[in-house]
């Protein structure tokens, strides 16, 4: 185990999926925690250690002001039986998805640190594992499509391209949704890498099937071009803030003056203990995180986007439309 140093709020942290995720222990008088996640060398230690502090505050577990030592409050002995609780009834659950992820979680608990405390191998991806499995695939992109904003809605430009391009659009349910606002000479693609990518569009009208084309390809190493509106619809979250400026920066290539990016993202409240715990998933589950509107808006900045604006749903959700030009250019 690595002990670092506190002035960074970090002590070694140890996932447990009945805490959920974090043990704490006693060593010289301080509580430290220990780190378990096959994702931690592909982004940043740090953000995953304040995210597990910041989540333990809400549960009151801890109190940690920086800079200094972590403090145990008492209430942890009461509230650890409630936490098993609540995924017992995930072992249960009647939804393969529910039951998949609990097991992973105990799974990411367990095995990534040996008696002797030192690094085990990590276990296969998360996502790789899902989209390997046709049931855990198919239940997924069911999870996706109940959970999807219901109020997209857009205002095509003047000269804009008459396409959509849905990257990383997994079953197709966002172009599906978008189509069905505009006229019929607008036309989709779902662009995904995954073997049954797009496969709601088949489910879709005969005049929406026709106008939507699927392409099963990596958005990770290309883009479709010649789009006037790119979504990329719960995607981010999915990224550690590496790979997600890099997504962003391949979209900045693609994307010509009359296009607008559409980010989707759940509305994330980093003082929210449900929204902590969905943090949490994204770090540890998928390597990724969720982000503040303003931490949205520094990736879009980093990656070159001019002009983003933002607008809130009344079912959970945030929708940055973003440009490579200010508002005042020319078409």
């Known amino acids: ?147 999807r904003t219901k109020e997209l809605a857009i205002y095509p430009r003047p000269k804009m391209a008459r396409l959509i391009a849905d990257i990383g659009g997994g079953p197709g349910h966002y172009a599906i949704d978008l189509l069905s606002q505009l006229p019929a000479d607008w036309r989709g693609v779902v662009f995904d890498c995954y073997e049954d990518a797009g496969w709601l569009v088949r489910t879709a009208s005969p005049e929406l099937r026709e106008r939507i084309d699927v392409l099963q390809d990596d958005f990770s190493d290309r883009m479709p071009t010649g789009a006037g509106i790119y979504i990329l619809g719960s995607i981010l979250h999915n990224l550690d803030d590496a790979d997600a400026l890099g997504l962003l920066r391949r979209c900045r290539q693609t994307l010509d003056h009359s296009s607008e990016l559409l980010i989707i993202e759940r509305r994330w409240n980093p003082r929210d203990l449900a929204d902590s715990s969905r943090d949490l998933d994204m770090h540890i589950l998928f390597g990724g995180r969720e982000r503040t509107d303003r931490e949205l808006a520094e990736l879009l900045n980093g990656a070159g986007f001019i002009h983003s604006t933002i607008t809130t749903t009344t079912d959970g959700y945030r929708i940055m439309t973003s440009t490579t030009h200010s508002e005042e250019s020319p078409e």
């Open 1 to 147: 185990m690595t002990l670092v140093n506190a002035e960074e709020l970090i002590r070694a942290i140890r996932v447990d999926p009945l805490a959920p995720y974090v043990v704490l222990a006693f060593e010289n008088g301080q509580v430290v925690t220990r780190l378990n996640s096959p994702n931690t060398l592909h982004h940043s230690l740090q953000q995953l250690s304040l995210a597990v502090l910041r989540h333990l505050e809400l549960l009151q577990l801890v109190q940690s002001p920086p800079p200094g030592p972590v403090k145990l409050q008492p209430q942890i002995v009461a509230l650890l039986p409630i936490a098993r609780a609540r995924l017992e009834s995930d072992r249960t659950s009647p939804d393969p998805l529910t039951r998949y992820l609990y097991l992973k979680r105990r799974e990411l608990g367990e095995i990534l640190l040996d008696t002797r405390g030192s690094p085990a191998e990590p276990a296969l991806r998360t996502w790789s594992e899902i989209r390997s499995d046709p049931i855990l695939s198919r239940a997924f992109d069911e999870h996706m499509i109940r959970r």
